[in-house]
């Protein structure tokens, strides 16, 4: 046994769908901009250029269980907080430098996710030149529910993306919309990082990120994954 100098912190980690094993969370990527109309609703110019990448740390994580209303805590210093919808990608094989014709086999599955945003604090940051962090990388940033695997998922190189909030339709996209693919993605991360099980990656976020208020509900779904389910604490 390691004696460390005090507890270590449990393992972050997601339920694997329709069964009773879990998938230990090791690093967690984010892709910004990767939707043309979100893009432009940011202020920017959707030609596709290199992907914009940035990390949260694993224990962000918030798990929700299929079926079940999860909670997000409304994060602080912060007076305009948004949700993103994402398509996650959980790897199940390692590497670098992988050519994006055989990224798919390095998914082990895929989850629906949320990339909150304390909106004011990253658009303050990024005027200053500063990283995205305190935007970004809050204490329960990154709502998922539970990951499918792609064996009995499939490629999901399509199909329906979409959020609600208080039962009104703020974001909806499909997924063949992307600007930088799910292979693309994966081939661009492994040339910058080396690539291991465990790794979650959010694939970014169409158009319509908005406001959410405490008392807000979201129900976020992707064709094939089910919904998330949130109450804005």
């Not at 109309?37 to 914009?52: F, K, L, N, T, W």
């Not at 949260?56 to 798990?63: G, N, T």
């Not at 086999?105 to 005027?127: E, N, P, S, W």
């Not at 063949?176 to 693919?181: G, H, R, V, Y």
Request: proline share 8%.
């Amino acid at each position: 046994m390691t004696n460390y100098v005090f507890i270590a912190p449990p393992q972050p980690s997601v339920a694997i769908a329709g069964t009773d094993r879990r998938y230990p969370v090791r690093r967690v990527y984010c892709i910004g901009r990767n939707y043309e109309a979100h893009v432009r609703e940011m202020g920017h110019d959707p030609e596709r250029s290199p992907p914009i990448f940035f990390c949260k740390p694993a224990d962000a994580v918030l798990e929700v269980p299929q079926g079940e209303e999860g909670v997000f805590p409304y994060p602080a210093q912060t007076g305009n907080c948004h949700h993103e919808i994402e398509l996650v990608v959980a790897i199940g094989k390692g590497g670098k430098d992988i050519a994006p014709a055989q990224a798919r086999t390095h998914v082990f599955g895929y989850a629906i996710g949320l990339d909150m945003t304390r909106r004011d604090l990253q658009r303050a940051a990024a005027k200053a030149g500063q990283p995205w962090e305190t935007g970004k990388a809050f204490d329960a940033s990154a709502p998922m529910g539970p990951i499918h695997p792609a064996a009995k998922a499939g490629r999901l190189e399509a199909g329906e993306i979409s959020l609600d909030v208080n039962g009104r339709t703020k974001q909806r996209g499909d997924l063949s919309q992307l600007i930088w693919n799910v292979d693309e993605i994966i081939a661009a991360l492994s040339r910058l990082f080396e690539l291991q099980p465990g790794d979650i990656i959010f694939t970014g976020t169409p158009e319509g990120v908005g406001e959410v208020k405490a008392g807000d509900r979201m129900s976020g779904a992707i064709a094939g994954l089910g919904e998330l389910r949130l109450r804005v604490a």
